[in-house]
């Protein structure tokens, strides 16, 4: 039986990814902040299926414990923090969490367990301020925020740990991808729960924002800049992306994305109009929620991964916001009644 050690097990990736290594038999090891794992969480479900190991990726000695407990075949380094708008606010512990712990875990690796094969989540946001055609492997980096500079050290130093010990460290330049599963921070699950909240003639929300106040106020949800363009697929086939990338006879740096690139506006579109409402009554945009700095019109050339994994997305856009809507309308009934 195959052993899998997933960092970040209890956030969205981790969850969908400990359901598939679960589903093809292998033992799973998740580590987990304790806090994290004794309240409700993504993964709790799972609670029994796999095995916790309790640690912080910022404390090194939780790292090399974990390593040295689950004696893994594979790793997912997936724990992140993981929201680039907050990375502004937080950039030191952003630092330490997507750069340094990346470092820890390689070193450990390299002493504890260096056959083992290591996935790295790298992502889309490196790349920044982009020139308009697609991004492959090969596009340069230009970070726009803490979260993307910190996600660059790491990606940078995985490729240089591969070359200079050998070792099977791979990554996936991930672009966009949501479930029900997202945090309500994040503005594409905002969208649904907006959608939700208006389907059910819910004016005040009871979810805050970050601005302590309801999500939905007065009936409006406030977003940022909605001409942001994202390539978003569906995180259940981003983690089929993440074993395949690990089955691999060589280590590589792999671009998943689904290649085609819509708009917040499409976003609101697809949301309000599953519930039969046009967006454009209930949603505004508030200029003091455009980031500092935007990242670009960031779109995936997946060929690669394409070529080499024979990786496709089987979720699509549509699909992928009705279902994040659906879950937001059944959450707040279930909370209601
Ligand atoms: P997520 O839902 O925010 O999950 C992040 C995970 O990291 C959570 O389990 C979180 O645990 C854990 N974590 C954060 N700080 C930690 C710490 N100090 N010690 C231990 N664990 C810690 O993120 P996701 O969407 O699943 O993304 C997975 C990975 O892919 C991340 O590295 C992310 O940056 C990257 N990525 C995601 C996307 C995307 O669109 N989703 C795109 C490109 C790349 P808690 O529950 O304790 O907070």
Redesign the pocket.
């Known amino acids: 039986m195959k052993r899998a050690l997933i960092?970040?097990?209890?956030?969205?990736?981790?969850s969908f990814l400990a359901e598939f290594l679960l589903a093809r038999g292998y033992a799973v090891y998740g580590?987990?902040?304790r806090e994290?794992w004794f309240r409700a969480?993504?993964a709790s479900h799972l609670a029994g299926r796999v095995e916790i190991l309790f640690?912080?990726?910022?404390e090194g000695i939780d790292i090399a414990s974990a390593v040295q407990d689950a004696r893994p075949d594979e790793i997912y380094n997936?724990?992140?923090?993981?929201r680039p708008g907050e990375s502004w606010a937080r950039a030191p512990e952003t630092l330490m969490?997507?750069g340094m712990?990346a470092i820890r875990l390689f070193e450990t690796v390299r002493h504890a367990c260096p056959a083992a094969r290591v996935y790295h989540?790298?992502?889309?946001?490196m790349f920044g301020r982009t020139t308009g055609a697609a991004q492959d492997e090969d596009t340069p980096f230009n970070p726009q925020n803490p979260y993307a500079a910190a996600?660059v050290y790491a990606h940078q130093m995985a490729r240089i740990y591969r070359e200079s010990y050998g070792m099977f460290i791979a990554t996936g330049i991930?672009?966009?991808?949501?479930s029900e599963r997202?945090?309500l921070h994040f503005v594409t699950q905002k969208i649904a729960y907006g959608a939700a909240c208006a389907a059910l003639g819910i004016g005040d929300s009871p979810d805050l924002n970050e601005r302590g106040r309801p999500i939905v106020e007065h009936g409006h949800l406030a977003l940022g800049n909605l001409e942001v363009a994202r390539d978003w697929g569906h995180?259940r086939d981003f983690v089929r992306a993440m074993w395949l990338i690990l089955q691999q006879a060589e280590a590589d740096d792999f671009v998943v994305g689904t290649g085609i690139v819509h708009t917040l506006r499409d976003l609101c579109d697809a949301a309000y109009a599953h519930v039969g409402l046009d967006w454009r009554a209930h949603v505004v945009s508030d200029p003091a929620l455009v980031r500092p700095l935007e990242t670009g019109r960031t779109v995936a050339n997946p060929a690669r991964a394409r070529a080499r994994l024979g990786w496709e997305p089987e979720i699509g856009f549509a699909q992928m916001v009705h279902g994040m809507v659906d879950a937001q309308l059944a959450r707040l009934r279930e909370a209601a009644a």
């Open positions: 960092t970040g097990i209890t956030g969205q990736d981790g580590l987990a902040r994290s969480n993504n640690g912080d990726m910022t997936l724990a992140s923090q993981s969490i997507n712990a989540a790298s992502s889309s946001e996600k991930l672009f966009n991808h949501e997202r945090p995180a």
